[in-house]
C-alpha cells in the first residue's frame, strides 16, 4: 500500500501539493516519503511526483523509483500472479524492470494487462515524455483526478481532501475503464491537455461487460479525454460472465424447504453441487492463501523478543458467511502460532432507562448489595454495544473456535460512542470517503474505518477476560465482492421477482462494473489511512473467472427462503467447511448490522446528500 500523487502543469507557477492531501497521503504511507520534480523548459511543463511508501514485502523500496533511463514509477499494488516476483523482491522494482524494456503503447498494456492483483499506477515514460496513470480492472486502489479551473493544471492522487463548506469540489474517481496517458509535449505546445484512453476489452474482443463509462464530467476547456488512435487495449484478466438464463427444472421438494442447515445437506447430497462447491472453496482459498503469506516483514523488535503474538492479518468480521469463510480458509494457511484478529464494530445503542428489578405486590424490593449498581451500570455499557453484527460476532467466535481450538483467535469488540464518531468523521473520515459523498457512503466509510483502525477490548481463545487491544495487523481481509457476484443484496431479490433470471443476471452484470466507483475507491482510502493494506480474496480474478464460468441458477437460488438461496453457492461451501449457524445467516448491511445508520436521521435515505460530512 502506497500513497501516490503527480502533479502537472503547463502553466508558469510551480507544482503545489496541498498540506492536507500530503498528510492523507502519509498516513497511507509511513514508512518512507519521497518527492521527485521534472522540469521541461521548451515546451514548458513541470511534474511533481510524490510517493509515500508502506513497506510489504521484500526490502524497503523507496518511491518514486527511478532507472538509469530517467523512467520514474509510482506504484499502488500487490502482484499476486501474472508477472513472476521472487520471495525477496520488490514489486515495484519489478513492474519498472518491464515497463522501461517497452517500446511503445502495446508493450506498456501488454505488461500491465498480465498483472494479478490490486493496483494504480503513476509512471512517467522519460523518452516520449508521457504519463501513464490508472486502476486495474476493478479498481481496487483508489486514484482521484483534479483539474484546476483556471491554470492548466492535473493532480492525480491516491486520496484527496474535502473542501470547506463554502467551497465545490473538483475530485472524481479515475473511471477504473482502462488506464489512461498523457503526451506531455504535445499537451505543452497545444496548451491544452489531451488525455488518451486505453480500454480494458475481454477475450471476445469487446469491451469488457463491467467497463464504466471512461467520459470524465466536468472538464474544463482546455482538457479532453479520447480513445487512443491506434486502438491499443488491455485484455482482460477475467473470462467474460456467462448471461444463461434457461435454467433446468428446480427440485420442488429443496425449493419448499424452510430455512435450516437440513436444507444445505439435503442439496450436498446432488454431486454435481458438491463438485462445485468444492471448486470453489480450492479457488477462494487460494486467494486467501497469496493474499495472507505476502506479509510485511516482522518487526525487529519483536523477534528478537521472541514473542509471536504480533498479529499479521486481521478480517472485517460481522459473523456473517462472507467473514467466517475468510477466516476459515485464512486458519489454514496462516502459521499455526500466529493470531488472527477479528474485528467487529459497534456503534453505541441510544440510552434507555435502566429496568427496576420486579416484585410481587405488597412486597418490598429485596436491597441491593453496595457494589450492585456499579454491576448493573457495566452490564448496561456492555449491552448498550449490542447490535446485530456484535451478536453474530460472539456466535461465529464460537464457531471458529470449535473448529480450530488451537488458533488464538482475537475477536476485538470495537465500541464507538457518537462523540467519538462526529470527531473523527470531521478530522479524518470525511476527508477520505471524498468525493463520495451519500449518507450510505458516510454509514460505510465511517464503520470501515473505526473497524480497520483496530483498537477496542480483545477475547482471546485462552483467556475468559476482556483486555485492552491494538491489532497490529497491515493486512486486513474484507468481503467486499461476494454479495455482488452472488446475489446477495436484497436488490438482487427485487429484481429476480419482477424480471426472472433474465433480470438477475443483468443486475449481476452491473454489479462488478459499479463496484470500483461506489465501494472499492472508498474503502481503500479508508482503510489505508491507518497505514493498512485492504485485500478483497472474493475479488481475486481467479475466484471471479471461475464464478463467471457458472450460470447464475448455479450460483444463487432467489426461489428458496433468505438467508437460503441468495449466494447459495458459497452458503454450501460454509456448510462443507464446516460451518453450522452462520451458513444460513441472512445477509444484513454493515451500516445496519453495527447500528451506525441507527445514530443519524432515520428519515434519510441511502443515495440522500450526507451534510456530516461537510468539513467546517
Not at 432507562?353 to 448496561?380: A, F, I, L, W
Not at 480474478?541 to 450460470?551: I, Y
Amino acid at each position: 500500500m502506497c500513497g501516490i500523487c503527480c502533479v502537472v502543469s503547463l502553466s508558469p507557477r510551480a507544482c503545489v501539493l496541498p498540506d492536507r492531501v500530503r498528510k492523507n497521503l502519509t498516513n497511507r504511507g509511513p514508512d518512507h516519503s519521497k518527492d521527485v520534480t521534472r522540469t521541461v523548459i521548451t515546451p514548458a511543463f513541470r511534474c511533481l511526483f510524490s510517493a509515500h511508501v508502506l513497506h510489504m514485502k521484500g526490502s524497503l523500496t523507496p518511491q518514486p523509483l527511478e532507472d538509469s533511463a530517467g523512467n520514474l514509477l509510482l506504484w499502488n499494488g500487490e502482484v499476486f500472479g501474472g508477472l513472476e516476483v521472487g520471495p525477496e523482491e520488490n514489486d515495484t522494482e519489478v513492474i519498472l524492470q518491464h515497463l522501461s524494456v517497452q517500446v511503445d503503447s502495446t508493450g506498456i498494456c501488454g505488461v500491465l494487462s498480465r498483472v494479478r492483483g490490486p493496483w494504480a499506477i503513476l509512471y512517467y515514460e522519460a523518452a516520449r515524455h508521457c504519463i501513464w496513470f490508472g486502476r486495474d480492472y476493478f479498481g481496487r486502489r483508489s486514484l482521484l483526478w483534479h483539474l484546476d479551473q483556471e491554470e492548466v493544471v492535473l493532480t492525480l492522487t491516491s486520496v484527496a481532501s474535502c473542501p470547506s463548506a463554502y467551497e465545490q469540489s473538483q475530485w472524481h474517481e479515475v473511471a477504473a475503464a482502462g488506464i489512461y496517458r498523457l503526451d506531455l509535449e504535445d499537451c505543452a505546445r497545444h496548451k491544452e491537455l489531451i488525455i488518451e484512453f486505453f480500454p480494458w476489452v475481454s477475450a471476445a474482443d469487446h469491451p469488457s461487460v463491467h467497463s464504466p463509462d471512461y467520459m470524465w464530467e466536468d472538464l474544463p476547456s482546455y482538457a479532453s479525454v479520447v480513445s487512443n488512435p491506434s486502438g491499443v487495449s488491455l485484455l482482460a484478466p477475467v473470462c467474460a460472465m456467462k448471461m444463461s438464463t434457461s435454467a433446468p427444472e428446480i427440485d420442488k421438494n429443496v425449493q419448499s424447504s424452510q430455512l435450516s442447515l437440513e436444507a444445505l445437506e439435503e442439496l450436498l447430497l446432488n454431486t454435481d453441487n458438491v463438485e462445485k462447491v468444492n471448486q470453489l472453496i480450492e479457488v477462494l482459498s487460494e486467494a486467501v492463501r497469496r493474499r495472507v503469506q505476502s506479509l510485511p516483514c516482522s518487526s525487529p523488535s519483536l523477534e528478537q523478543s521472541g514473542t509471536n503474538d504480533q498479529t499479521d492479518i486481521a478480517i472485517l468480521f460481522s459473523g456473517g458467511i462472507d467473514s467466517m469463510i475468510l477466516a476459515v480458509l485464512a486458519d489454514r494457511h496462516v502459521p499455526a502460532g500466529k493470531p488472527i484478529d477479528l474485528l467487529n464494530v459497534a456503534f453505541k445503542l441510544q440510552e434507555a432507562k435502566m429496568q427496576p428489578q420486579s416484585s410481587k405486590k405488597g412486597k418490598k424490593p429485596r436491597s441491593s448489595p453496595t457494589n450492585e449498581p456499579c454491576k448493573q451500570r457495566d452490564h448496561y455499557l456492555t449491552r448498550c454495544f449490542d447490535v446485530p453484527d456484535r451478536i453474530t460476532g460472539r456466535a461465529g467466535l464460537l464457531e471458529l473456535q470449535h473448529l480450530s481450538p488451537e488458533r488464538k483467535w482475537n475477536f476485538l469488540e470495537i465500541n464507538i460512542t457518537p462523540e467519538e464518531l462526529q470527531g473523527a468523521r470531521q478530522e479524518r473520515i470525511s476527508h477520505l470517503v471524498h468525493p463520495l459523498d451519500t449518507v450510505l457512503d458516510d454509514s460505510i466509510g465511517c464503520a470501515v474505518w473505526f473497524a480497520s483502525r483496530g483498537i477496542g477490548m480483545a477475547t482471546a481463545t485462552d483467556c475468559a477476560e476482556q483486555k485492552q487491544h491494538t491489532s497490529t495487523a497491515k493486512v486486513v481481509l474484507t468481503g467486499i465482492g461476494a454479495d455482488e457476484q452472488l446475489a446477495g443484496y436484497s436488490r438482487h431479490r427485487v429484481r429476480f421477482k419482477s424480471d426472472g433470471l433474465e433480470g438477475l443476471v443483468k443486475e449481476l452484470a452491473m454489479e462488478l462494473g459499479r463496484i470500483s466507483s461506489r465501494n472499492l475507491g472508498r474503502d481503500d482510502r479508508v482503510i489505508g489511512d491507518h497505514g493498512k493494506e485492504a485485500r478483497f480474496p472474493y475479488l481475486d480474478e481467479d475466484v471471479v473467472s471461475f464464478l463467471n464460468q457458472l450460470p447464475v441458477w448455479e450460483k444463487a437460488d432467489l426461489s428458496l427462503p433468505r438467508g437460503l438461496g441468495e449466494k447459495l453457492l458459497l452458503r454450501l461451501a460454509a456448510r462443507r467447511l464446516g460451518l453450522g449457524p452462520s451458513a444460513i445467516l441472512p445477509k444484513r448491511a454493515m451500516q445496519f448490522g453495527s447500528r451506525i445508520a441507527k445514530m443519524e436521521n432515520s428519515r434519510e435515505k441511502a443515495s440522500d446528500k450526507c451534510k456530516r460530512l461537510i468539513t467546517e
